[in-house]
């Protein structure tokens, strides 16, 4: 049975390897299997520090392939404003502020169905941006979200041409 003739169930990470967001604007990048074993599911390069800007597409983007999102758990230290809630895709999808960090993006569908994506810094050079992605949707990667960022030079200001 086709997912679109089961419209009630939550369909699986999709198969695409990326999809521009809002071109110009953000790239997501989701994991290309299904069986979501890695500890990363995607990656999101938002392009601002502006939620309000920035988590609309990414909620949009996210319920097209995965079903209505019902919260996103981030750092409010990272991001100008936080809100408490913002409206996407015709419904409201609550945030919740975690002090834990600027490197990842948790994703509630449903009640428990949870995933992880490594939250690129907006200021991130593209070559860096790129590796660091790469590496997160692998399904067999093991490496944390901050370890990524480092590696891949992610978590360092590009230097000015």
């Not at 500890?39 to 097209?64: C, F, H, K, Q, V």
């Not at 758990?73 to 990272?78: F, H, I, P, R, W």
Request: glycine share 8%; net charge negative.
């Amino acid at each position: 049975m086709a997912d679109s003739d089961t419209p009630d169930l939550p369909r699986l990470l999709p198969d695409a390897v990326h999809r521009s967001v809002r071109p110009g604007t953000a790239l997501l990048r989701l994991e290309t299997t299904h069986a979501r074993e890695g500890i990363l599911d995607g990656a999101w390069w938002p392009r601002s520090r502006d939620i309000g800007a920035e988590l609309p597409s990414l909620i949009s983007a996210l319920t097209e392939h995965l079903g209505p999102i019902t919260r996103v758990g981030l750092d409010g230290s990272a991001w100008d404003g936080l809100p408490t809630r913002v409206m996407a895709v015709g419904r409201v999808v609550h945030i919740d502020s975690f002090p834990v960090g600027d490197d990842t993006v948790l994703i509630t569908r449903g009640d428990r169905d949870h995933f992880s994506l490594l939250l690129v810094p907006p200021d991130t050079s593209p070559d860096a941006a790129r590796a660091a992605m790469a590496r997160a949707v692998r399904a067999d990667n093991v490496t944390a979200a901050r370890q990524i960022l480092i590696e891949t030079g992610s978590d360092t200001p590009p230097t000015p041409a």
